[in-house]
């Protein structure tokens, strides 16, 4: 039987990154999460084992230590095997990247944050994303255009960034 999930507090400094963490965190990124947690709270515990080490939470932990945190609220996972807890660290960040967006509501909900005059960048969409002139869906189907574009980065974390955004708004991204 699980335990019932509890959230505690744990001074940052005792929190251990996975060695092997392969998700990267650009420090534009950190930047958007810290200003999130300053807007929002921290609403999302950072997971760890039973030693502290993270197994769900490493932008959060750097964001919190970018706004100088002290402690950050985490919820101790001590029931899954160590391959779950390996399988897991990659699962938590890549199956929230397989969801796509119905652009008609997108649209309508930036619209209506923007009559209240909310700062759309403490949700991570870019200007372009505000765009009125998203297809619809029916639009989006029958598109096929191809567009190259040219463009420079300062470091490759910013490349991933916008090749990931692009492809999880349904562009085919080639290198």
Partial sequence: ?????KIE???????????????????KQITQIAASIR?????????????NTIIA????LAAANKLEMETVPVLRIEHMTKA????YVLADNQLALNAGWDNDLLKLELAEL???DFDIDLIGFPILEFSPNL????????MEQKMVVTVSFDDRSEMEDLFQEL???GFKVKI
């Fill in 135 to 142: 297809p619809d869906e029916n639009e989006e189907k029958n």
């Fill in 1 to 5: 039987m699980e335990k019932e999930l």
């Fill in 39 to 51: 807007e929002f709270g921290f609403t999302n515990p950072i997971l760890v084992d039973r030693l």
């Fill in 9 to 27: 507090y744990v001074e940052t400094k005792k929190l251990i990154p996975y060695l092997n963490n392969a998700r990267t965190h650009s420090e």
């Fill in 57 to 60: 939470g490493h932008g959060r």
């Fill in 84 to 87: 779950q807890q390996k399988a």
């Fill in 167 to 169: 492809n999880d708004r």
């Fill in 114 to 116: 923007k009559e209240l």
